[in-house]
T-cell receptor, first 112, second 114 residues
Framework: GDSVTQMEGPVTLSEEAFLTINCTYT??????LFWYVQYPGEGLQLLLK?????DKGSNKGFEATYRKETTSFHLEKGSVQVSDSAVYFC???????????FGTGTQLKVEL | NAGVTQTPKFQVLKTGQSMTLQCAQD?????MYWYRQDPGMGLRLIYY???????DKGEVPNGYNVSRLNKREFSLRLESAAPSQTSVYFC?????????????FGPGTRLTVL
């Protein structure tokens, strides 16, 4: 079935470090791919998305490229800030309709 | 616009008690969802409603019931709470019908069942 696998956290980085959070998905169909972010005590909000192969989603300095050949959608940011500390969820659309399958989430902690 | 609102924010129940979690959205969205979030398991879909008057089971529906009261409101009921239902519950809504569309989440309800 549809599934999403993310790297386990927590990921701890110093401010201005480079961030990569890995995400791979099962290759059933041609799903849309998403990154959602959850700040402490809040609900999830969309960070970026890509709807077809080779698309790049970007927002707030974060980027992710839809790689069909490696079934991946890794999240990257060149220089993280303390305010980026949150839990990041990778998700894929399911076949038919507008439901999503989420990964388990990766907690990011950015320290000064 | 308030977006997606949920009540209550926190709740403590004893095993066997019942309660209803409320969710409302003011974005005129057709689809609404209930998820639970547990450590190490991400978000799992409990029930969803593709449109007013319809509801369908998600991955983990056992022990829950839902009501799509109208286009704005989608409630989740626990008839006889169990400790395994201790979790954070999120409601979400979606204005489109395709898997490319964005889901909008409420702030969550933290439920503890003793």
């Amino acid at each position: 079935g549809d599934s999403v696998t993310q790297m386990e956290g927590p990921v701890t980085l110093s401010e201005e470090a480079f961030l990569t959070i890995n995400c791979t998905y099962t290759a059933t169909g041609y799903p849309s791919l998403f990154w959602y972010v959850q700040y402490p005590g809040e609900g999830l909000q969309l960070l970026l998305k890509a709807t077809k192969a080779d698309d790049k989603g970007s927002n707030k300095g974060f980027e992710a490229t839809y790689r069909k050949e490696t079934t991946s959608f890794h999240l990257e940011k060149g220089s993280v800030q303390v305010s980026d500390s949150a839990v990041y969820f990778c998700a894929r659309g399911r076949g038919g309709g507008n439901k999503l399958t989420f990964g388990t989430g990766t907690q990011l902690k950015v320290e000064l | 616009n308030a977006g997606v609102t949920q009540t209550p924010k926190f709740q403590v129940l004893k095993t066997g008690q019942s309660m209803t979690l409320q969710c409302a959205q003011d974005m005129n969205h057709n689809s609404m969802y209930w998820y639970r979030q547990d450590p190490g398991m991400g978000l799992r879909l409990i029930y969803y409603s593709a449109s007013e008057g319809t509801t369908d089971k998600g991955e983990v529906p056992n022990g829950y019931n839902v009501s799509r009261l109208n286009k704005r409101e989608f409630s989740l009921r626990l008839e006889s709470a169990a400790p395994s239902q201790t979790s954070v519950y999120f409601c979400a809504s979606n204005g489109g019908t395709a898997s490319t569309d964005t889901q909008y989440f409420g702030p969550g309800t933290r439920l503890t069942v003793l």
